[in-house]
Antibody, heavy 117, light 107 residues
Framework: QVLLVQSGPEVKAPGSSVKVSCKAS????????FSWVRQAPGQGLEWMGG????????NYAQNFQDRVTIIADESTSTAYMELSSLRSADTAVYYC??????????WGQGTPVTVSS | DIQMTQSPSSLSASVGDRVTITCRAS??????LAWYQQKLGKAPNLLIY???RLESGVPARFSGSGSGTDYTLTISSLQPEDFATYYC?????????FGPGTKVDIK
């Protein structure tokens, strides 16, 4: 039984950065891809990027290429997503999701991030 | 990027109804398609992957079909717990993209 537990809600000022964590338990950490998907209020799902811990090299969506960093720490079975230069449009719930064939079988509970001055 | 569209964007149905949701990709996605159900305030839940493979624990009233650019999610007999928003997702190529969603509510 795979469980993904994310860090808690964040309130950030415009221009700052946020780092969200996703701790995995159950199953193999290294061999599955972890992705980050966000959902703005009342909107759909948007893939931001992902990483396979065993390979270590992340892939990012073009929309976030310059602002997002995704890493995986095998020692703590935790994936992280850091988004910089925050603006109000980044207000959303951020989900980590794990999958094999890059559909997403397991999801974290979501981390609300509010960007407000 | 592969764009995904869904129709309808919303529908009203009654318990027991057969419901069909369509998803179209902007180019062929070689059966790399999944469907998710999302209830308000919750994370999405995987229903179907590889077009028609039912995820473990998902009721058999859910089914998927399609090929090329056109795909369908069918709920054979709508149950009260099925009122939710449904998303398709392609994983043929990065960036992985989702459809805009179909909200199913009670008639």
């Amino acid at each position: 039984q795979v469980l993904l537990v994310q860090s808690g809600p964040e309130v950030k000022a415009p221009g700052s950065s946020v780092k969200v964590s996703c701790k995995a338990s159950g199953g193999s950490f290294n061999t599955y891809a972890f992705s980050w998907v966000r959902q703005a209020p009342g909107q759909g799902l948007e893939w931001m990027g992902g990483i396979i811990p065993l390979l270590g090299t992340p892939n990012y969506a073009q929309n976030f290429q310059d602002r997002v960093t995704i890493i995986a720490d095998e020692s703590t079975s935790t994936a992280y997503m850091e988004l910089s230069s925050l603006r109000s449009a980044d207000t959303a719930v951020y989900y980590c999701a794990r999958g094999g064939g890059t559909y997403f079988r397991n999801w974290g509970q979501g981390t609300p991030v509010t960007v407000s001055s | 990027d592969i764009q995904m569209t869904q129709s309808p964007s919303s529908l009203s149905a009654s318990v027991g109804d057969r419901v069909t949701i369509t998803c179209r990709a902007s180019q062929g996605i070689t059966n790399s398609l999944a469907w998710y159900q999302q209830k308000l305030g919750k994370a999405p839940n995987l229903l179907i992957y590889d077009v028609s493979r039912l995820e473990s624990g998902v009721p058999a009233r859910f089914s998927g079909s399609g090929s090329g650019t056109d795909y369908t999610l069918t709920i054979s007999s709508l149950q009260p717990e099925d009122f939710a928003t449904y998303y398709c997702q392609q994983y043929q190529s990065m960036p992985f993209t989702f459809g805009p969603g179909t909200k199913v509510d009670i008639k």
